[in-house]
Structures are given as C-alpha cells and as structure tokens.
C-alpha cells in the first residue's frame, strides 16, 4: 500500500473499539478517511477523533461497498463470522479481534513480535489472538528461536477488563460490598475465580484451551506439550501469568535475561534486591510486555520460570491489532 489506507473501526463504540482508536492516535497511524462502525443502538452517535467528529455508522451488509483498505474489528465473534467474509470479498482485509477465525487454517494467526511473516498469506481475514496467549509468545519466542521448547504449564491471573463493562462492573460493585454477578458464576471481588469461558469436556475451560492451540498455531509448532489454568482474579487492568518452561537445551540465566532484554516488545524487570518485577498496575496502559522473576526450575532439565504482565486491553487486543495494521500497510 503506497497511498494512506482508507481505514474502517468496527465496534468502534465498546471497551477495546475504543482502544483502538487511543492507540492509532498515539502511533499516529497514517490513514486518509475513517469509517466508525458499530450496532444500530449506537448508529448515529459522535465520536471525536483527532479534533475531528465522526457519525459513528450502522453496521450493515453494504458497509463495505465504500472504498474501504483495512477493518479492525472488535464486535464480538457473531458479528465477525458474518462481516469479516462480506468485507473481505470487497477487498478489504480484516484484522478481526474475536475468537471467530483465530484457529482457521486459512487465517494467519499473528503476533508482530513472533510472526509478521504469516500476515503475507492472509485471504482478507487476519485473526488477532487470544489476549492471555499474546504476552506468553512474546516472551516465549525469543526462548524458542534460541533453545527450543517441550512443554509449557500457564498459570495466568487474569484482570475483570477482559470481561468488558460487565466484569469490570462486578468487580467495582463488589468492592462496596454489593456482590452482583453479571459477568462471572461467583461475586470476583476477594475472590480468585479458576473458571474463564465455558467449561469443555476435558475439564478444561475454552480459555485454557485457546492458550494451547493459539501458542501451537502462532509458534509453528504441534509438538509442543502445554497445560493451562487460567483464573481470574480482583484486579481492574492487566493479566499477570506465571509461565513454566522446559527448553530443549541447557541455558545460562544470565543468557536468557540479556535476550529477553533485546528481544522486541519487551522490558525486563528484574532485580529481586529491590523488589522490582512485573506488576499489573504498572502495565495499566502501556503497550509492552513486562517479563521478570526468572529463574531455574531446579525440578527439571533444563527448566525455566517467567512472571511476564502486559495491558490485556491494550498489548493484549488494541496495540496487537494496530501493530498488524501497520506491518500490513508496509508490505
């Protein structure tokens, strides 16, 4: 693309649409006319971006009949399996954020820091990841390039953010001591809740599941050995994780810590003397990956631990999104 893209936001008026829009006026996204799309109960409304005000438009069939270049979408995974195909079919490629499309074979999965490379294949539709997989692979590539990886064991702890205004809701509510429960099975404040997404019939929830799968696909790589739980826990911004790894071969620490710190999207956070590691407060906001607490697992060959943080809203959907806009712009 040599000319600015037209660019369309769909979903634009919901918690990571309007990300979207934050992080493109931070990167200073070049683009020549903008589309703001979303459902008919927020048609018409105005959204004000970069000092200028845009009707936000009902999403409909002919939405894409304009000339419209890249869509980011954030609409939830029904609206994307209807729409992303329709825009497409236009010429329009889609960076979908939903679930919808993430572990089709014919739709690249893509983490810029891990692999800019599949965006090449893309048939319209680009799938942006799941947001507790993203900040794991940005850690992890730079481990797997060099060392190779067995088996990987997430433990993930997991902001109410991810559920949208419904979490977030349930947990402010329960912090004055009203325990509602709209977005979780059980009131979320004083509470870790070891249940995100439905339960399957392994035993393992969709989100655990997602982990595996979406680690294997975005990595290349259907041989590696991964378990999961993911909880969520009382905390407003930023899913922390606890990443257990077992690499192929024998690893210096001080090794791992310079190529975390030079590996792309990354800062390093380590110096236990004065208790400096990751900290969902502190990513609140921030588009990198937060990594430290690394250590030997002394219980295996060649065994590692991470503690890696990142913005679920921002790293973990928006700025992932945005950033495959961009490389897509520069090829």
């Known amino acids: 693309m040599n000319k600015k893209p037209n ?4 979903g634009a008026t919901g918690v990571v649409g309007s990300t979207f829009l934050k992080v493109l006026e931070e990167r200073n996204f070049p683009f020549e006319n903008l ?4 459902s008919a109960k927020s048609a018409g409304t105005t ?14 069939e002919k939405s894409f009949d304009k000339p419209i270049d890249i869509a980011l979408f954030s609409a939830g995974a029904s609206i994307s399996l209807k729409f992303a195909p329709i825009a497409a079919s236009k010429g329009v490629v889609v960076v979908d954020n939903s679930s919808a499309w993430r572990m089709d074979k014919e739709v690249p999965l893509v983490v ?3 692999n800019p490379e599949d965006i090449k294949w893309n048939k319209g539709i680009i799938a942006n990841p799941n947001c507790s997989t993203i900040q794991a692979v940005v850690a992890l590539k730079p481990l797997y390039d060099k060392y190779g990886i067995k088996r990987i064991v997430y433990s993930t702890y997991q902001a109410v953010s991810g559920s949208g205004v ?5 947990l402010k509510e329960g912090l004055k ?4 429960k709209e977005a979780y099975p059980h009131a979320i404040a004083g509470n870790c809740l070891p249940q995100i997404d439905v339960f399957l019939e392994n035993g393992y929830t969709k989100e655990e599941m997602k982990m595996v799968n979406e680690t294997r696909k975005i990595l290349g790589d259907d041989t590696l050995k991964i378990t999961a739980t993911t909880v ?3 905390v407003f911004d930023s899913h922390s994780e606890s990443v257990n790894v077992e690499l192929k071969k024998p690893f210096e620490i001080e090794d791992v810590k310079k190529l975390l710190l030079e590996a792309p999207g990354i800062v390093l956070q380590d110096d236990l003397e004065n208790s400096v590691y990751p900290l969902a407060r502190d990513a609140a906001g921030k588009d990198e990956v937060f990594v430290g607490r690394v250590r030997r697992d002394f219980s295996v060959e060649n065994g590692i631990n991470l503690w ?6 921002r790293k973990g959907a928006a700025t992932n999104t945005v950033q495959i806009a961009e490389v897509l712009i520069k090829q």
Request: aromatic residues 6%; glycine residues 6%; hydrophobic residues 45%.
């Open 112 to 114: 810029p820091e891990v």
């Open 7 to 10: 660019l369309a936001i769909v």
């Open 232 to 234: 969520r826990v009382p």
């Open 308 to 313: 890696v943080v990142a913005d679920n809203i």
């Open 166 to 170: 419904k979490g977030i809701n349930d």
């Open 35 to 38: 589309y703001i799309m979303a």
């Open 47 to 60: 959204i004000t971006f970069k000092g200028k005000d845009y009707i936000v438009e009902e999403l409909t």
């Open 177 to 180: 001591g009203n325990d509602i």
